[in-house]
């Protein structure tokens, strides 16, 4: 159970800046899910949020199959159940390798990915994880996806980290059934 109500009627909400949140981000995503459901105790950043998580996501120079590999990689570096379980299976259909989905989860070696995907994963790796990035990965990226998208894929991973922050502290779960955060070894 979370540890605040998840506000996702507009019927919860009063105040201007609340209600122009609200209806901004159910003009972009036609509901309110379990992040922003807790952003909505902050109007601001729940509005502010969604548009930024709009631009990475939806309008950057990165396939739909690379999100979500940097999406379910930040996932697991934070250990976010909710994030996991709303990617896991998006990263599926967008055409992702299950194996690659599995090396991700379980934090396995690099070896089982091809080197596109092992370039995401170990960005994620280091950043989030070590907390610092190697000039190595960092060139691996730019090669893969120049100043533009290497700049995208580090705040793509960084908003994720938010995002997680925000499910981590106000214990939203993940659907029951949902894809499964393996445990850490």
Known sequence: MARLTPLTEREQISGEEALVAFDAIIESRGRINGPQSM????????RWSTALSD??????DLSEHDTEL???TAAREM????????????????????EAVEIIGNRESLDGLTNEEAVIVRYGRETLGDHKLSQEAFDAALAQ???RGTIILGALMGY??????????????????????????
């Open 160 to 185: 994720y980290s938010m995002i997680a922050c925000t499910l981590i502290a106000t214990d939203v779960r993940p659907a029951e059934g949902a894809p499964v955060l393996p445990r850490r070894t």
């Open 145 to 147: 996806y120049g100043e």
């Open 39 to 46: 952003h909505m105790y902050a109007p601001e950043v729940a």
């Open 55 to 60: 631009s990475l996501r939806f309008n950057s």
């Open 79 to 98: 250990d976010c159940e909710f994030v996991w379980a709303a990617h896991a299976a998006a990263a599926l259909r967008v055409g992702a390798r299950p």
């Open 70 to 72: 940097a999406i379910i």
